[in-house]
């Protein structure tokens, strides 16, 4: 017998367990279905991002960060330590009950909100009377029909064509999460988040760190001279980066992996490692989903087709995060996830793709909100560019951080903020206040004009409002 809801959500993952949450809060009778395990083999919602992405990710670069400080930075504070040594194990460890505690959290939220939670597969049947059937393939098959659907079944790892994840020598970010011991030389494929976050961890515990990287540029997303800016720090911090490359052959055996490579020059070369990371990016997770047999209507990439409301081609179905058009980011999951179950209540749910933030959890941290410096130039928009170094902010001082900087962009005629861009420590709480200010269309002269606590590092983005108008008072 079929039980029947107003609102199925499919995936329980930051998109989905935050629309379940707020459809039941807006008064709809919500379920969520989601099929991750954990150790035990029972329920650990939370998605990609809280068991194999964002949160074990962090976890295990505050270890490493830790252990690098221990060992190079502490003795500038009079610390002074013998026989400095990691546990690796203790540290995947920790990591795991960091994530399990996000596992019980969504859960706890779940029952708190009135939710019904279903562990197992979900997929269409078919379209019944007022709704659609959905079938939850778990330890027993049930069946329930909804009003309304919100497929949040988020993404995966893509493999390197004829390099299969074995996730022992060719790791996806699963695999780079749970390596029980540093490698003496891994490689990584892809220079973007993952890949450079991966890699950042375990050169940290000892590990020679090789990055391939097909396009000719580090970072193509990020404004140019931030990503000079990182390009430098990382090469100095020990991190080897080929940019230009086109990967021929992955070989794995015994003794490691062999990567034969053709480098920007034409020549032939081989990277040989004990581990090989593979970040080429991310697919839609729409297998076994079964919108064929209901039409829901999928792309030549296989993301789930939606409007700019993210309502798909078919009456009542939804579609949010890494499964549509737009950033794979855990928090534009979630502000479409809420958009769309305030929509399904007759609300008028909104999200901004013009402030959405971006993170790269390295140290120095890279956050940025808004337009590069490239954009503008190439849309012949007039602006204005203000910068501030950290090297010149006492807090920074204080904290033995001074890398990196905040770069903020203006219209020239207006002085709206155009885009805000920062390297340097605690980058990724430091991008909220640029966020906010883009939200209310506030001016480089509104943010010079607040007064910022001092020592503080936000007075860096005090300083490059003021340098926007060239009146910087610290440097």
């Known amino acids: 017998m079929s039980k029947n809801f107003d609102v199925v959500v499919i995936g329980g993952g930051p998109g989905g367990y935050i629309a379940a949450i707020r459809a039941a809060q807006l008064g709809l009778n919500t379920a969520c279905i989601d099929d991750w395990k954990n150790s035990k083999g029972g329920p650990a919602p939370g998605g990609t991002c809280t068991n194999v992405g964002c949160i074990p990710s962090k976890a295990l670069l505050q270890s490493s960060e830790h252990f690098e400080h221990a060992g190079h930075a502490f003795a500038d504070h009079g610390i002074g330590l013998d026989n400095l040594r990691i546990d690796v194990p203790k540290m995947v460890a920790r990591k795991d009950t960091v994530v399990k505690q996000n596992n019980d959290g969504i859960l706890y939220l779940f029952k708190k909100n009135k939710v019904s939670f279903f562990h197992g597969r979900g997929s269409f049947v078919k379209a019944a009377d007022g709704g659609y059937e959905i079938a939850v393939a778990g330890d027993k098959l049930e069946t329930l029909l909804a009003k309304q659907v919100i497929v949040a079944t988020g993404s995966s790892a893509r493999a390197l064509p004829g390099a299969a994840f074995d996730e022992e020598r060719i790791l996806s970010n699963d695999g780079a999460l749970r390596l029980g011991a540093a490698p003496n030389t891994l490689g990584v494929i892809g220079s973007g988040v993952i890949g450079l976050e991966m890699g950042s961890v375990w050169r940290r515990l000892g590990a020679q760190v090789t990055v391939l990287e097909a396009l000719p540029v580090f970072l193509g997303a990020v404004d140019e001279q931030i990503a000079k800016e990182a390009h430098k720090v990382f090469t100095k911090q020990g991190l080897k980066i080929q940019l230009g490359v086109k990967i021929d052959e992955v070989k794995s055996g015994k003794k490691g992996v062999s990567v034969a490579y053709t480098d920007a020059a034409g020549a032939a070369q081989t990277l040989d490692c004990e581990r090989l990371i593979v970040s080429i990016g991310r697919v839609p997770n729409t297998t076994g989903l079964n919108a064929e047999g209901v039409g829901l209507k999928t792309d030549e990439r296989g993301f789930i087709v939606v409007d700019d409301d993210c309502r798909t081609n078919l009456p009542g179905v939804w579609a949010v995060g890494d499964v549509v058009r737009g950033p794979m980011l855990a928090h534009k999951a979630e502000e479409e996830g809420v958009a769309v179950a305030e929509r399904i209540a007759g609300q008028h749910g909104h999200v901004n793709f013009n402030t959405i933030p971006w993170v790269i959890y390295t140290s120095p941290e890279i956050a940025w909100v808004g337009q590069t410096e490239q954009q ?61 200010a883009m939200e209310f269309k506030a001016s480089s002269e509104d943010i010079a004009r607040i007064c910022h606590a001092h020592p503080s590092l936000s007075e860096s983005t005090k300083e490059a409002a003021l340098a926007v108008d060239k009146r910087t008072l610290n440097f």
Not at 394 to 416: F, I, P, Q, W, Y
């Open 376 to 436: 503008l130039k190439a849309a012949g928009r007039a602006y204005k560019a203000g910068s501030f170094p950290f090297m010149a902010n006492g807090r920074a001082r204080a904290l033995g951080d001074t890398t990196g900087m905040v770069k903020m962009l203006a219209d020239a005629a207006t002085d709206e903020i155009l885009g805000v861009h920062i390297i340097g420590p605690m980058a990724s709480e430091l991008i909220a206040e640029a966020v906010v």
